[in-house]
């Protein structure tokens, strides 16, 4: 069965930079949509970026400039690099995994296989 497990989490100053991974087994993570969700506390999850085929096909405004969203075939990976954090970045993080089917701008498939997160925590 797919597994995922991110890593790279943790705390920093406002301004700082994390980069966060995301390790697949028992299949090959450049297959079908792999995505980066966050839930910050009392909040709902959202969809921070997705990827599909070796191209990022979706980052979320409030992101857009400073995450980037890049796969490791050898490594069998998807990094989340995070760039000029800000408080309201606080959240856990999850991968996500539909390798049934694609993604594309605007369209989120159903991810069937999902990580079990990691916090990341930014103080002003």
């Known amino acids: 069965q797919v597994q995922l497990a991110e890593s790279g989490g943790g705390s920093v100053q406002t301004g700082g930079s994390l980069r966060l991974s995301c390790a697949a087994s028992?299949?090959?993570?450049?297959?079908?949509?792999i995505a980066w969700f966050r839930q910050g506390q009392g909040k709902e999850r959202e969809g921070v970026a997705h990827i599909y085929g070796g191209s990022v096909t979706y980052y979320a405004d409030s992101v857009k400039g400073r995450f980037t969203v890049s796969l490791d075939n050898a490594k069998n990976t998807v990094s989340l690099q995070m760039n000029n954090l800000k408080p309201e970045d606080t959240a856990v993080y999850y991968c996500?995994?539909?390798?049934?089917?694609?993604?594309?701008?605007?369209?989120?498939?159903?991810?069937?296989?999902w990580g079990q997160g990691t916090q990341v925590t930014v103080s002003s």
């Open positions: 028992k299949y090959s993570i450049d297959r079908g949509c």
């Open positions: 996500a995994a539909d390798p049934t089917t694609y993604c594309s701008p605007g369209y989120w498939p159903k991810f069937n296989y």
